[in-house]
Protein backbone atom coordinates (compact mmCIF):
# COMPACT_ATOMS: atom_id res chain seq x y z
CA UNK A 1 0.00 0.00 0.00
CA UNK A 2 1.40 3.57 -0.72
CA UNK A 3 0.12 6.75 0.07
CA UNK A 4 0.41 10.25 -1.99
CA UNK A 5 -0.08 13.84 -0.88
CA UNK A 6 0.48 16.04 -3.10
CA UNK A 7 1.37 19.83 -2.21
CA UNK A 8 2.13 22.99 -4.20
CA UNK A 9 -0.71 23.85 -5.93
CA UNK A 10 -1.75 27.76 -6.24
CA UNK A 11 -2.73 30.94 -8.18
CA UNK A 12 -0.10 31.95 -10.66
CA UNK A 13 -0.14 34.02 -13.71
CA UNK A 14 0.14 33.43 -17.21
CA UNK A 15 4.00 33.02 -17.46
CA UNK A 16 4.51 32.36 -14.13
CA UNK A 17 6.49 28.51 -12.20
CA UNK A 18 4.77 26.54 -9.89
CA UNK A 19 6.93 23.12 -7.72
CA UNK A 20 4.42 20.46 -7.13
CA UNK A 21 5.59 17.71 -4.52
CA UNK A 22 4.57 14.45 -3.93
CA UNK A 23 4.95 12.56 -0.96
CA UNK A 24 4.85 8.69 -0.69
CA UNK A 25 4.67 6.31 2.05
CA UNK A 26 6.13 3.13 2.75
CA UNK A 27 9.83 1.79 1.95
CA UNK A 28 8.77 0.42 -2.01
CA UNK A 29 8.91 3.51 -3.28
CA UNK A 30 11.65 3.37 -5.55
CA UNK A 31 10.24 0.15 -7.41
CA UNK A 32 7.43 2.55 -8.14
CA UNK A 33 6.43 4.37 -11.38
CA UNK A 34 5.54 7.76 -10.51
CA UNK A 35 3.17 10.22 -13.31
CA UNK A 36 1.41 13.45 -13.01
CA UNK A 37 -2.08 13.61 -14.10
CA UNK A 38 -4.54 16.42 -14.15
CA UNK A 39 -8.26 17.05 -14.64
CA UNK A 40 -9.96 20.40 -15.98
CA UNK A 41 -13.91 20.86 -14.96
CA UNK A 42 -15.92 18.64 -17.57
CA UNK A 43 -13.19 17.00 -18.95
CA UNK A 44 -11.32 13.83 -18.31
CA UNK A 45 -8.56 12.86 -16.45
CA UNK A 46 -5.05 13.28 -18.59
CA UNK A 47 -1.41 12.45 -18.25
CA UNK A 48 0.79 15.27 -18.13
CA UNK A 49 4.44 13.59 -17.12
CA UNK A 50 5.63 10.19 -15.67
CA UNK A 51 9.37 8.77 -14.33
CA UNK A 52 10.27 5.11 -14.24
CA UNK A 53 10.95 3.42 -11.25
CA UNK A 54 14.46 3.12 -10.08
CA UNK A 55 16.68 5.91 -10.66
CA UNK A 56 17.15 5.22 -14.29
CA UNK A 57 15.90 8.62 -15.30
CA UNK A 58 13.67 8.10 -18.46
CA UNK A 59 11.06 10.26 -18.45
CA UNK A 60 7.91 11.18 -20.56
CA UNK A 61 5.98 13.96 -21.38
CA UNK A 62 2.44 15.31 -22.95
CA UNK A 63 2.78 17.29 -26.05
CA UNK A 64 1.56 19.92 -24.74
CA UNK A 65 3.63 20.47 -21.79
CA UNK A 66 7.15 19.10 -23.34
CA UNK A 67 10.06 21.76 -22.96
CA UNK A 68 7.86 23.50 -19.93
CA UNK A 69 7.25 21.06 -17.82
CA UNK A 70 9.96 19.23 -15.84
CA UNK A 71 9.70 15.39 -13.60
CA UNK A 72 11.97 14.19 -10.98
CA UNK A 73 12.49 11.59 -8.29
CA UNK A 74 14.23 12.01 -5.04
CA UNK A 75 14.19 7.84 -3.73
CA UNK A 76 15.84 8.82 -0.69
CA UNK A 77 13.43 11.36 0.12
CA UNK A 78 10.24 9.53 -1.29
CA UNK A 79 9.39 12.54 -3.60
CA UNK A 80 8.51 13.36 -7.21
CA UNK A 81 8.23 16.47 -8.40
CA UNK A 82 6.49 18.27 -11.33
CA UNK A 83 8.38 21.61 -12.20
CA UNK A 84 5.67 23.81 -14.06
CA UNK A 85 7.38 26.81 -15.94
CA UNK A 86 5.68 29.17 -18.86
CA UNK A 87 2.26 28.30 -17.48
CA UNK A 88 -0.37 28.87 -19.59
CA UNK A 89 -4.23 29.82 -18.09
CA UNK A 90 -4.85 26.23 -20.12
CA UNK A 91 -2.94 24.52 -17.33
CA UNK A 92 -5.59 25.18 -15.00
CA UNK A 93 -6.62 22.02 -13.29
CA UNK A 94 -6.64 19.32 -10.64
CA UNK A 95 -3.04 17.79 -10.54
CA UNK A 96 -2.75 14.29 -9.35
CA UNK A 97 0.10 12.34 -8.20
CA UNK A 98 0.09 8.42 -9.15
CA UNK A 99 2.34 5.85 -8.37
CA UNK A 100 2.12 2.48 -10.84
CA UNK A 101 3.82 -1.06 -10.52
CA UNK A 102 5.95 -2.73 -13.24
CA UNK A 103 3.73 -4.69 -14.61
CA UNK A 104 0.51 -2.45 -14.88
CA UNK A 105 1.05 -1.52 -18.59
CA UNK A 106 1.96 2.10 -20.32
CA UNK A 107 2.92 5.48 -18.32
CA UNK A 108 0.69 6.72 -20.80
CA UNK A 109 -2.56 5.80 -19.51
CA UNK A 110 -4.52 6.36 -15.94
CA UNK A 111 -5.62 2.87 -15.63
CA UNK A 112 -1.84 1.59 -15.55
CA UNK A 113 -1.57 3.23 -12.34
CA UNK A 114 -2.68 1.52 -8.76
CA UNK A 115 -2.44 4.08 -6.23
CA UNK A 116 -3.93 8.22 -6.36
CA UNK A 117 -3.21 11.23 -4.26
CA UNK A 118 -5.82 13.54 -3.62
CA UNK A 119 -4.90 15.98 -5.92
CA UNK A 120 -3.99 19.84 -5.69
CA UNK A 121 -5.62 22.39 -7.66
CA UNK A 122 -3.20 24.82 -9.84
CA UNK A 123 -4.91 28.00 -11.40
CA UNK A 124 -3.44 30.06 -13.87
CA UNK A 125 -4.65 33.40 -14.75
CA UNK A 126 -4.24 35.36 -17.87
Known amino acids: QVQLVESGGGLVQAGGSLRLSCAAS????????MGWFRQAPGKEREFVAAIRRWNIGITYYADSVKGRFTISRDNAKNMVILQMNSLKPEDTAVYYC??????????????????WGQGTQVTVSS
Open 26 to 33: GNTFSTYG
Open 98 to 115: AAKGPNSGTYYRTEAYDY
